[in-house]
């Protein structure tokens, strides 16, 4: 979606950390969120953060969000060949629960 | 075990013959969408459904249509397929809104000649 930036690639080696990184341009968005898909499946929820949190941990993931800068990353620390996949970063905006914008999709490619 | 199911997985078809992708969802969610997903665009949303009889536009609905008769079903009917609506689709469905966890399909390849 145009209003979610991420780049498109991302290349890593087993057992170094991932950050993936996301723009968006809606102030107002109440929730971020990190939805993973696996080769040939839909998209699952993996995270999400609250517009008024700074950072949330989850295990492995870290996810911090900048609002001055509408600046969201994720970090996957210990990447596993597991991990690759496509991650997607997407907001809902304050002004409609039913609207969920998407950006483009991080492929994110695990090598030995 | 909960799940949103989607039919046909893959389609051919070609320009100007009716289809229709149907989803189904058992956990008795009010929220339904469809989404298409093509490289380097991600995914860009249809259609959604508040609840039954309740929808209303996305980003791209030209060239789609939907219906929400009964909570669990919300089919993507395409009138006139044409070679642009070429693409990977996905139906979601959440309890109620955008703002909880959108459960996904595994998604329809769909080519249009």
Redo the contacts between chains.
Sequence with gaps: ?ED?EQS?FLSVREGDSSVINCTYTDSSS??LYW?KQEP??????LTYIFSNMDMKQDQRLTVLLNKKDKHLSLRIADTQTGDSAIY?CAE?PRSN?????????TTVTVRA | EAQVTQNPRYLITVTGKKLTVTCSQNMNHEYMSWYRQDPGLGLRQIYYSMNVEVTDKGDVPEGYKVSRKEKRNFPLILESPSPNQTSLYFCASSLNSVTGELFFGEGSRLTVL
């Design positions: 979606g979610v498109l109440t929730y939805y040939g499946a839909g998209l699952q929820l997607f809902s629960d039913y609207k969920l914008s998407f950006g483009a999709g």
